[in-house]
């Protein structure tokens, strides 16, 4: 079975990640979407410590799907780099865990 990942991404607000968890959930990319609350990023940007507001989402996935989603976000996210990164999932609910498989294609 294919390992299973969590991918952390950002967007400039909550519409944006609802449309694009929605999207991505709807193309069978990833089989679920966690989008949290606001939170503040404070990050280095073209020479300049940048002060922002955004939302932080959690998709789940399989690993092999990472490079797939990555480029379906950029084609509807609007920054100029967005954050995606993977963390491997290393266990859980066995009946989940096969949800998640089930999920994606």
């Not at 193309?27 to 922002?52: F, H, M």
């Not at 092999?64 to 995606?84: E, G, L, N, Q, W």
Request: aromatic share 6%; hydrophobic share 40%; glycine share 6%.
């Amino acid at each position: 079975m294919e390992e299973l990942t969590l991918l952390y991404v950002t967007c400039a607000n909550g519409q944006e990640a609802r449309t694009i968890a929605r999207t991505l959930v709807e193309d069978k990319l990833v089989a679920c979407a966690n989008i949290l609350g606001p939170s503040t990023a404070i990050y280095r940007w073209e020479g300049d410590v940048q002060e922002d507001e955004e939302v932080a989402m959690i998709l789940k996935t399989r690993r092999d799907m990472t490079v797939h989603v990555a480029a379906r976000i950029k084609t509807m996210h609007s920054y100029d780099t967005p954050c995606v990164v993977g963390l491997p999932i290393q266990g859980g609910n066995p009946d989940f865990l096969a949800w998640l498989h089930r999920e994606v294609d």
